[in-house]
Nanobody, 122 residues
Framework: QVQLVESGGGLVQAGGSLRLSCAAS????????MGWFRQAPGKEREFVSA???????TYADSVKGRFTISRDYAKNTVYLQMNNLKPEDTAVYYC????????????????WGQGTQVTVSS
């Protein structure tokens, strides 16, 4: 019912900024929570941020104050603005969606994007 397409990944220097986009298609987009996860080589998938259909959002402690999640209902798109990037942020970033309120675990989500690589150089 929901398909997600991510974009915006790339290579950036430490201290720089990057904005990820996730375009969603399907019915009842406004009732779906959207989340961002990331996975570095050899590590487990990690929760980054999520936003409810109400606009309520939450962040992992590691990105608070640096990352901002938002959604544009008219464009059916969720964004992750990443500022003050660090080498530790290097990972494949995934967009995910679930019906209802957001969750903090990967298994809480039913739909996933293909992932986009973010590389932060020092």
């Amino acid at each position: 019912q929901v398909q997600l397409v991510e974009s915006g990944g790339g290579l950036v220097q430490a201290g720089g900024s990057l904005r990820l986009s996730c375009a969603a298609s399907g019915r009842a987009f406004s009732r779906y929570a959207m989340g961002w996860f990331r996975q570095a080589p050899g590590k487990e998938r990690e929760f980054v941020s999520a936003i409810n259909w109400s606009g309520e959002s939450t962040y992992a402690d590691s990105v608070k104050g640096r990352f901002t999640i938002s959604r544009d209902y008219a464009k059916n798109t969720v964004y992750l603005q990443m500022n003050n990037l660090k080498p530790e942020d290097t990972a494949v970033y995934y967009c995910a969606s679930r019906y209802g309120s957001y969750g903090l675990r990967s298994y809480d989500y039913d739909y996933w994007g293909q992932g986009t690589q973010v590389t932060v150089s020092s």
